[in-house]
């Protein structure tokens, strides 16, 4: 499989895509044609057996394609449960994705980022260092540098928005040191997209520094991310032999693109809805068809504080055509008040605790027409666990969220960040400066 930039400039392979993280015109990496399935062609069960069947096409003469079991073994080495809730009158489960060393979904698509890249290492003619720049408004950050910590070859530069993510999530991004490094950028996180794409296309910053990303920008982060999306729908049609409705918290439009690719490729997903914050710029696009990136809004969903979603771009370019994508996708902001609100009424309802990503999701499945319930079955991706946002939660909830004992142990390192200003000068002296 050969894949392409989305701004039409180059053609590449699987390992130099990911390699490379961003096209040279700066644009993302898409596969030249979607795979497509039969749901009963598969026969694995576990998400690594399924995600190796899924996953054999893109990785297709790429040089990798040998080594595609063992990367999905050890990267999806915990568990994802798929839980059915209780819900008169309607079908409805989560599939809880934050089960991973840092307790939030990232981990899957940076664990599988990480072994990738490890195995493509040796066969480069590069023998620079790969330095990862990674923007986070969250999750991502701590995800890769705990994917990637301590493995040879490779650095990793997390750049995180001063004042505008959780303690723990804070934490998490600045607790690694050794080939990590955490930069808190004085700004959004958009200010922290936005400077990691211009050091990617900074030339003289690409001769001094062998750059790439590791954002949901990097087809290889993408993937495992559409292969977990496939396999809950396989694990649902299995079971009841019906398509799902898919509900996807979403910031920069990853995890609900990976949901697209799967439903593309012929898996039993019936219908996609993303469930936004008050950062409303892809519902705004989807009612008007006008795409006006802003600056983003700080919400108590913080990893889903975007203003400028990088995926839009890939998911324009699968469906260019503005009646075929609104009618692929939806998607509804929740503000603040809400979140609070839906957090309380599931913990009564379910005795479930959610973060406040996941707690979007849930207000979207909820303000459904009942018509669009009855037989009608639905998945809420849970993003994250509750524990990371014990602030925001534990009010609500009356009571202390348990942390998960991968979390604790982190809770316990010392921590150390580097401010920097949102200007490339600045950064890149950074990034010169790094022994």
Not at 49 to 58: G, N, T, V, W
């Given at each position: 499989?050969?894949?392409?930039?989305?701004?039409?400039?180059e053609e590449t392979d699987l390992v130099d895509a990911v390699m490379r993280g961003l096209a040279a015109d700066g644009?993302?990496?898409?596969?030249?044609?979607?795979?497509?399935?039969?749901?009963?062609?598969?026969?694995?069960?576990?998400?690594?057996?399924?995600?190796?069947?899924?996953?054999?096409?893109?990785?297709?003469?790429?040089?990798?394609?040998?080594?595609?079991?063992?990367?999905?073994?050890?990267?999806?080495?915990?568990?994802?449960?798929?839980?059915?809730?209780?819900?008169?009158?309607?079908?409805?489960?989560?599939?809880?994705?934050?089960?991973?060393?840092?307790?939030?979904?990232?981990?899957?698509?940076?664990?599988?980022?990480?072994?990738?890249?490890?195995?493509?290492?040796?066969?480069?003619?590069?023998?620079?260092?790969?330095?990862?720049?990674?923007?986070?408004?969250?999750?991502?950050?701590?995800?890769?540098?705990?994917?990637?910590?301590?493995?040879?070859?490779?650095?990793?530069?997390?750049?995180?928005?001063?004042?505008?993510?959780?303690?723990?999530?804070?934490?998490?991004?600045?607790?690694?040191?050794?080939?990590?490094?955490?930069?808190?950028?004085?700004?959004?996180?958009?200010?922290?997209?936005?400077?990691?794409?211009?050091?990617?296309?900074?030339?003289?910053?690409?001769?001094?520094?062998?750059?790439?990303?590791?954002?949901?920008?990097?087809?290889?982060?993408?993937?495992?991310?559409?292969?977990?999306?496939?396999?809950?729908?396989?694990?649902?049609?299995?079971?009841?032999?019906?398509?799902?409705?898919?509900?996807?918290?979403?910031?920069?439009?990853?995890?609900?693109?990976?949901?697209?690719?799967?439903?593309?490729?012929?898996?039993?997903?019936?219908?996609?809805?993303?469930?936004?914050?008050?950062?409303?710029?892809?519902?705004?696009?989807?009612?008007?068809?006008?795409?006006?990136?802003?600056?983003?809004?700080?919400?108590?969903?913080?990893?889903?504080?975007?203003?400028?979603?990088?995926?839009?771009?890939?998911?324009?370019?699968?469906?260019?055509?503005?009646?075929?994508?609104?009618?692929?996708?939806?998607?509804?902001?929740?503000?603040?008040?809400?979140?609070?609100?839906?957090?309380?009424?599931?913990?009564?309802?379910?005795?479930?605790?959610?973060?406040?990503?996941?707690?979007?999701a849930f207000w979207v499945y909820d303000h459904l027409p009942p018509a669009r319930k009855v037989g009608r079955p639905?998945?809420?991706?849970?993003?994250?666990?509750?524990?990371?946002?014990?602030?925001?939660?534990?009010?609500?909830?009356?009571?202390?969220?348990?942390?998960?004992?991968?979390?604790?142990?982190?809770?316990?390192?010392?921590?150390?960040?580097?401010?920097?200003?949102?200007?490339?000068?600045?950064?890149?002296?950074?990034?010169?400066?790094?022994?």
């Amino acid at each position: 499989m050969r894949y392409l930039s989305t701004r039409g400039g180059e053609e590449t392979d699987l390992v130099d895509a990911v390699m490379r993280g961003l096209a040279a015109d700066g644009g993302l990496f898409v596969p030249d044609d979607l795979p497509r399935f039969d749901p009963a062609q598969f026969r694995g069960t576990t998400l690594a057996e399924i995600s190796s069947e899924l996953l054999a096409p893109f990785f297709a003469g790429s040089g990798l394609e040998d080594q595609l079991a063992a990367i999905c073994r050890e990267a999806f080495d915990f568990p994802l449960p798929l839980k059915p809730l209780i819900e008169p009158g309607g079908e409805l489960s989560v599939l809880e994705l934050f089960h991973g060393p840092t307790a939030a979904f990232k981990d899957v698509g940076a664990r599988f980022l990480a072994a990738v890249m490890e195995r493509a290492l040796p066969r480069s003619a590069d023998t620079r260092p790969l330095t990862i720049l990674v923007a986070t408004s969250g999750d991502t950050g701590g995800a890769v540098a705990a994917a990637f910590h301590g493995r040879r070859g490779i650095r990793v530069g997390v750049l995180f928005p001063k004042g505008q993510v959780s303690p723990r999530q804070q934490h998490q991004l600045t607790c690694w040191g050794d080939n990590v490094r955490a930069f808190e950028v004085d700004g959004v996180f958009d200010d922290c997209q936005a400077l990691v794409k211009a050091a990617f296309i900074d030339p003289e910053l690409g001769r001094r520094h062998r750059l790439t990303a590791a954002n949901s920008i990097n087809i290889g982060r993408l993937l495992p991310q559409v292969a977990y999306h496939a396999a809950a729908s396989l694990w649902h049609w299995r079971k009841h032999h019906t398509a799902v409705g898919s509900i996807v918290p979403s910031g920069n439009l990853g995890n609900g693109m990976a949901c697209v690719w799967a439903s593309a490729m012929g898996l039993p997903i019936r219908e996609l809805v993303l469930a936004v914050n008050a950062n409303r710029t892809i519902p705004d696009f989807l009612a008007t068809g006008q795409w006006q990136p802003r600056p983003s809004r700080p919400t108590l969903a913080s990893a889903m504080d975007v203003g400028n979603p990088s995926n839009m771009e890939r998911l324009r370019n699968l469906l260019p055509d503005f009646a075929e994508l609104r009618a692929a996708v939806e998607a509804y902001p929740v503000d603040d008040a809400a979140i609070r609100s839906q957090i309380a009424k599931d913990y009564a309802k379910y005795g479930e605790v959610w973060c406040p990503h996941t707690a979007t999701a849930f207000w979207v499945y909820d303000h459904l027409p009942p018509a669009r319930k009855v037989g009608r079955p639905w998945i809420v991706s849970a993003t994250a666990h509750p524990a990371k946002f014990e602030a925001i939660v534990e009010p609500i909830i009356g009571r202390a969220v348990p942390v998960p004992p991968a979390l604790a142990a982190l809770l316990e390192r010392p921590t150390a960040s580097t401010p920097v200003p949102p200007r490339l000068p600045e950064f890149a002296a950074e990034l010169d400066a790094w022994k």
